[in-house]
């Protein structure tokens, strides 16, 4: 793990180095653990596979090629990262959660029962159900 050290002009963050077992893993999406039996781990992340969402670990920090190790971050303030439109406004502070099959987050309207993985720090206008955008968000993982 890496923590960033405290200090007056940045905010915390936490970082831990994982192994992309796919290609596609761009900076800024969402990442789980491999779950495939054979390739089980605690090292691999892939994309978020639909029923495993338990496993989201984090954001990737930049892109990283399928067997390279890159940065994941996992707590802490991200001043950028993808939100997937709800087709409404949301607002700053609103919950954010993993969308199966996909590489960002969504906004929840009720967090009964469920905890948050992150909190949206800027609001996002009404927009067009299939867009995505690069938010500000606040993370917590770990």
């Known amino acids: 793990m890496q923590f960033k050290r405290v200090n007056r002009d940045a905010p915390e963050r936490v970082f831990i180095v994982m192994r992309a077992n796919e290609t596609g ?18 090292i691999l992340v892939v994309q978020p596979n639909t029923g495993e969402l338990p496993a989201v ?4 920090d930049a892109a990283i090629a399928n067997g390279s190790y890159g940065l994941v971050q996992v707590y802490g303030y991200r001043s950028t990262s993808r939100i997937g439109s709800t087709a409404t406004s949301q607002a700053i502070g609103v919950a954010l959660l993993p969308v199966a099959g996909q590489d960002y987050f969504s906004s ?3 967090t009964a029962g469920i905890l948050p993985m992150a909190v949206l720090l800027e609001t996002i206008t009404t927009s067009v159900s299939s867009d995505t955008f690069s938010r500000k968000i606040w993370l917590h993982m770990m």
């Open 25 to 42: 893993i761009a900076a800024d999406d969402v990442v789980q653990l491999e779950l495939t039996a054979a390739s089980v781990d605690g």
């Open 57 to 60: 670990i984090g954001v990737a």
């Open 108 to 110: 929840v309207a009720s």
